[in-house]
């Protein structure tokens, strides 16, 4: 009867998480009939009885639980016990030895209970098979503010904005497999509901989930139903349903004429790296790690950007030599340049002398762009981000934005390259709308009247 009933559960693939503080039955109510369909509970073996008891009233709504274990306990003993207390999977959140993880999976192996590794970014199993793969590492996205209320500016001139974007990219091209940020908010913190939809729209434009995780006073509100937290819920649900529904749209492919390789060893782990500084100028970028690179990579791109190039093999050098044959462009680091790395496991953005060096390629990668349209151009949008994707053929683009201002942007630009007769904007509010296109010197402009938080632009 457990069997059947796991089995009836949405597959891993389809799970949308949130760190659940309460092992009562009744905070089912406030998840049952949303989005979220797995909730995360840590593992406490003295409150074994009452986990138990949650996740068969969980199971009975459709949805899974996970049991949440950390370096300070016998993991494969909490495995065998998460197992026991019939929960969907385990949660190894930390730094494990590959010993104790392999323990772990023999503790799991004969049962259908999944496993997830929230590890950090440099341990992550990127060539692995599991459908899952996360980290507890990632920055908590928003405005950088001075404390005079001004906002930073970053390398790019534009106020810069704290993303988990380009890491998200970088991961994502490695392979097709679920990508999970368990960062949790800042410490002694009231976050209001803005950020938290902020964080969902960070991860979410770039295809990966934010694991939802409330600071104590939202998560007292919230099982209290405080009728405010409530409305804030209601509005968190709402954005993941708006990516949820906009996941038929990860099959599409990174658009846009701009490539950039680059590895691990590379710095691609990193924030605030080269990938976000083109993505804060709205220039569509494609990575490509270095053992992906292949001339069919590279189809449509007219420009590269050869990160560490005495990282490559010489076959890999060979396919950009080739690409410039072809009177493409290729930048690559100046002789002797260092590429920024991550100094330890705990290092995820880079250090000031780290993007002082970063600056040195950054002005040759503005100067090679200039104000060429590389597959699209905004305008209005110095404190958004976008990601640009497009069907095989081109003839489907979608230009998703993300809003971190706190207000309504209005007046938004899109030029396209391509000529689309049809365009249509999708908001969180369900309210989609058809927009008109027109020609201009870049082939297709669409404008947008006003953006919250995120929306999505598919235009045909």
């Known amino acids: 009867m457990y069997l059947a009933l796991l089995l009836a559960l949405a597959l891993p693939a389809d799970w949308v998480p ?15 009939g949303t989005p979220v369909n797995c909730l995360l509970l840590e ?35 909490a495995a065998r016990a998460i197992v026991n207390a019939k929960l969907s999977g385990v949660v190894l959140e930390g730094e494990f030895p590959e010993a104790a993880i392999e323990k772990v999976k023999d503790s799991l192996s004969g049962s259908e209970a999944a496993l997830v590794e929230l590890t950090s970014r440099r341990r992550m199993k ?55 940020l368990g960062n949790q908010p800042p410490e002694n913190t009231v976050v209001t509901g803005e950020r938290y939809l902020q964080a ?12 939802l995780a409330f600071d104590r006073d939202f998560n007292q509100r919230l099982l209290a139903r405080e009728e405010k937290a409530i409305k804030d819920w209601e509005a968190i649900c709402r954005h ?11 099959s599409l492919s990174p658009h846009g004429q701009l490539a950039v390789v680059q590895d691990v060893s590379s710095g691609a782990l990193l924030s605030g790296g080269i990938l976000d500084m083109i993505a804060a100028k709205h220039t569509p970028v494609r990575p490509i790690p270095s053992h992906k690179l292949r001339p069919e990579a590279l189809k449509g791109a007219t420009m590269a950007v050869n990160v560490d190039n005495e990282a490559l093999r010489p076959e890999e050098r060979q396919v950009l030599r080739t690409f410039t ?27 000031k002398e780290e993007l002082e060096r970063l600056n040195d390629i950054w002005r040759d990668v ?12 905004l305008f209005n949008v110095s404190s958004m981000l976008s990601n640009v994707v497009a069907s095989e053929d081109g003839k489907r683009v979608v230009v998703q934005l993300v809003n971190y201002s706190g207000y309504p942007i209005e007046a938004i630009a899109v030029h396209l390259i391509g000529d689309f007769k049809r365009a249509r904007l999708y908001t969180p509010d369900g309210q989609s709308r058809d927009l008109q296109t027109y020609k201009n010197e870049e082939n297709t402009g669409v404008d947008i009247d006003s ?3 995120c929306a999505a632009l598919l235009v045909e």
Do not use: C
């Open 126 to 180: 990127l060539n692995g098979t599991s459908p899952i793969i996360g980290t507890y590492q990632a920055v908590w996205p928003g405005i950088q503010i001075y404390e005079d209320g001004h906002a930073k500016a970053g390398p790019t001139g534009s106020p810069w904005i704290d993303t988990n974007a380009g890491f998200i990219r970088s991961v994502r091209a490695y392979g097709n497999f679920e990508l999970w």
């Open 451 to 453: 953006v919250g938080v």
């Open 366 to 377: 503005q100067a090679m762009i200039g104000r060429k349209n590389l597959g699209a151009r």
């Open 18 to 32: 949130v760190r659940w503080k309460s092992a009562e039955p009744k905070s089912l109510g406030i998840v049952a």
């Open 200 to 211: 969902i729209a960070d991860a979410g434009i770039v295809g990966a989930r934010w694991v």
């Open 325 to 351: 044959r072809a009177g493409n462009t290729v930048l690559t680091g100046p002789p002797g340049w260092k590429a920024p790395t991550a100094a330890g496991e705990e290092q995820i953005t880079l250090e």
């Open 43 to 77: 593992w406490k073996e003295a409150d074994r009885d009452a986990i138990a008891a949650f996740a068969a009233a969980a199971r009975e709504k459709g949805i899974v639980t996970l049991g949440v274990v950390t370096p300070a306990a016998d993991a494969a003993q």
């Open 240 to 250: 993941l349903k708006f990516f949820e529904e906009g996941r038929v749209w990860r």
